[in-house]
């Protein structure tokens, strides 16, 4: 039942958010069509893209913003192309909205000219390129007029101030809208519709920015995702565009070719072979030249593309004007001109001369750069007498190519932030959050105590991981191995302190052994060993040596302690047990055991690596019967030469033998 309820939570909550994004789609449609129908010079087609950008983040952003433009096209197709702005403009929205510009109506409207750079800036280049360097349509193409008509500025430049001015206003009522939703909209509300993906327990938002960032490697995971994504993205991209921009500019060579070759061989066949001679040698007097003229120029005005229509007599000496229409810019040449052979023509003369067909050319001379096509005009006795040329701008076959250049460019940026985005919001939930969710847990993992290894065995099973794939299993393996490991670790510890508690048992069955010989000491070593604990302890509680009093360096005082006579094994039974005092000789032996523990545990401390505990002894076999006016022995020493743990360890041993 539970998990039933879970589950309709979340259809709720998903139905939600697609319907507030939906949502913001129809807002841009809405204002837009509204403005348009009342001829306001405004876009207002990004107050929903922004909306969702500053609530739901950088993919539901640009989603509703490329969703806009494609929608938009039902009215305007051109809208299409525009799509990568508003896909910029989403991007930017969700970068500030994730720095809390929105929170603040001031920063908000210092967003204003980085969104009217994207949006008037970025098509103005657009619109320049896809209408062949002249001016747009669109709603700032009046005002771009008004400005040009001074004269001081390029179309570009009438264009792109037109445009940016119109953006300001546009994206100031924009950017106010935005501000105003999100301060009336309920806090709870808008964090229930941030798109997020999770496949395990949601990290907080300081451990999101970790995972995100990753600053502890040279190259995380995430950029790396990021630059094969994009690279082959843009390499595909490379390959295609410049293999469709081939195939389009071949294209329209052809088409172009063809649309010559079919105006200049309408002209040719409507000129009357039979009076070329006459045309050349009588211009405009001959008889049906006129006519011919006006249906030449009919045939011209058919096709705009067109250029220049004109019938050239051949001869070695060049070329012999039969008819050459005018054109606005240039009046042609009267009827019997000579005009010489451009150097880029010369090849094409013997096939001239011959009267043979010829394929379209590309010339670039006095005229300019032009594709020609040429047409023999034949007399009644089927002898080439003259050629019909059509020429065709080949900067109009370059504007055309460059526009869809243009067009393809921007669909495809466009459409490659939005499948990157994408790319990187699935691969975030589904491999980057939950692979760095298990580095934060087992970074924070800590052996200090039974407690704390409980805790990180805890913190790693609440990350619930379910990717269903490899990375769920490898969070199930690393869960089980973390959890085996803690067991071993307990079990270790537990092996370790039955070991320190053997060891403890060791030394005071060593200990007994040498204070069994001596049956003057009775229960001695037990009860100075348990006064250096106590005074040990009283000492840290008063912060005396606090640099030295140590939890380690207590423990290993107290557990060498009762070692501070084992020299007196090698003390002889008479000596030890001698019922009165002893003489100076009998003494000297007796303090030999000072020296003689001190060997013993050298000996010990040569056999292990870890001698913490054995270093203590050793200083308090040694110089326990050493005094601070350094009248002691065996080495005289006094004051703080003494070792610390000695000076307890002659004050314990004092008191007790009171």
């Known amino acids: ?132 360097f002249g001016m747009g349509e669109g709603i700032s193409a009046p005002f771009a007029k008004i400005l040009l008509a001074d004269g001081t500025l390029t179309v570009f430049q009438a264009q792109m101030i037109s445009d940016v001015a119109i953006d300001l206003v546009d994206k100031f009522i924009t950017v106010t ?57 843009i ?76 019938v050239y007599r051949i001869e070695v000496d060049g070329c012999h004007v039969v008819f050459d229409l005018d054109t606005e810019d240039l009046p042609g040449e009267e009827p019997g001109t000579l005009i010489p052979f451009d150097e880029s023509f010369m090849e094409l003369v013997p096939d001239l001369l011959a009267g043979n067909n010829i394929d379209p050319v590309v010339t670039d001379d006095t005229y300019g750069w032009l594709l020609t096509d040429y047409e023999p005009v034949y007399d009644s006795e089927g002898k080439c007498v003259a050629y019909a040329a059509a020429d065709i701008q080949m900067r109009d076959v370059t504007l055309n190519s460059i526009n869809f250049l243009t067009k393809v460019s921007s669909l495809f940026i466009g459409f490659f932030i939005l499948i990157l985005v994408l790319c990187l919001w699935l691969a975030d939930y589904n491999l980057i959050f939950p692979l760095d969710a298990m580095t934060i847990s ?25 990717t269903g794939d490899e990375i769920e299993n490898l969070y199930e393996s690393v869960s089980k191995t973390m959890a085996e490991t803690v067991g071993y670790l307990e079990q270790v510890k537990e092996k370790g302190d039955e070991l320190a508690k053997m060891q403890n048992g060791l030394i005071y069955v060593l200990a007994d052994l040498v204070e069994s010989r001596d049956k003057n000491t009775g229960d001695h070593v037990r009860k100075t ?8 302890n009283h000492m840290k509680e008063e912060g005396i040596y606090a640099d030295m009093l140590t939890d380690d360096y207590i423990y290993d005082v107290t557990n060498s302690a009762p070692l501070h006579d084992v020299g007196k094994i090698k003390v002889s039974d008479v000596i030890l047990n001698k019922p009165g005092k002893l003489d100076d000789s009998e003494f000297a032996v007796m303090k030999n055991h000072t020296t003689a523990g001190e060997e013993i545990l050298k000996s ?47 004050i314990a041993d004092v008191f007790d033998a009171l």
């Not at 609530?55 to 938009?72: A, E, H, Q, S």
């Not at 924070?444 to 990180?456: H, N, P, R, T, V």
Request: net charge positive; aromatic share 12%.
């Open 1 to 132: 039942m539970e998990k039933e309820n879970s589950k309709m939570r979340f259809n709720g909550g998903t139905a939600r958010k697609i319907g507030f994004y939906v949502m913001a789609v129809l807002i841009n449609l809405a204002l837009n069509r509204v403005v348009n129908f009342y001829n306001i010079p405004l876009f207002l087609d990004n107050v929903g893209t922004l909306l969702a950008a500053a609530i739901g983040g950088y993919l539901p952003g640009i989603i509703v913003g490329y969703l806009t433009n494609i929608v938009n096209m039902t009215a305007d197709p051109t809208n299409a192309y525009y799509a990568v702005l508003s896909v910029m403009i989403a991007a930017c929205g969700s970068f500030f909205a994730s720095k809390g510009v929105f929170k603040s109506y001031w920063k908000t409207l210092a967003t204003v000219p980085v969104f009217a750079l994207i949006g008037g800036v970025g098509g103005s280049v657009l619109t320049f390129l896809m209408y062949g």
């Open 235 to 310: 390499f595909v991209a490379f390959v295609t565009t410049s293999i469709s921009y081939l195939l389009y500019k071949n294209f329209a060579i052809d088409q172009y070719s063809y649309m010559g070759k079919s105006i200049a061989q309408l002209a040719a066949s409507t000129i009357d072979g039979d009076m070329v001679e006459t045309y050349v040698e009588e211009g405009r007097k001959a008889e049906g030249y006129a006519a011919t003229v006006k249906r030449l120029e009919s045939i011209k005005n058919t096709t705009p593309e067109i250029e220049y229509l004109y």
């Open 529 to 536: 060993a348990a006064y250096v604990k106590l005074m040990l």
């Open 442 to 466: 087992a970074r924070k993992f800590a052996y200090d105590s039974e407690e704390d290894l409980e805790i990180g065995v805890a913190r790693l099973k609440r990350l619930n991981i379910q």
């Open 177 to 233: 809208a935005v501000f105003v939703i999100l301060y009336v909209l309920p806090r709870k509300f808008k964090d229930s519709l941030k798109l997020t993906g999770w496949r395990q327990t949601p990290l907080s938002d300081e451990n999101k920015k970790i995972a995100l960032k990753n600053v502890s490697v040279k190259l995380s995971l995430r950029r790396k995702i990021i630059f094969i994504i994009a690279g082959i993205m």
């Open 604 to 650: 010990a401390m040569a056999l292990v690596s870890d001698n913490g505990y054995l270093k203590e002894a050793k200083n308090l076999a040694t110089y326990h019967h050493e005094k601070w006016d350094g009248s002691g022995y065996p080495t005289g020493l006094k004051g703080e030469e003494i070792p610390l743990s000695a000076r307890i360890m002659a």
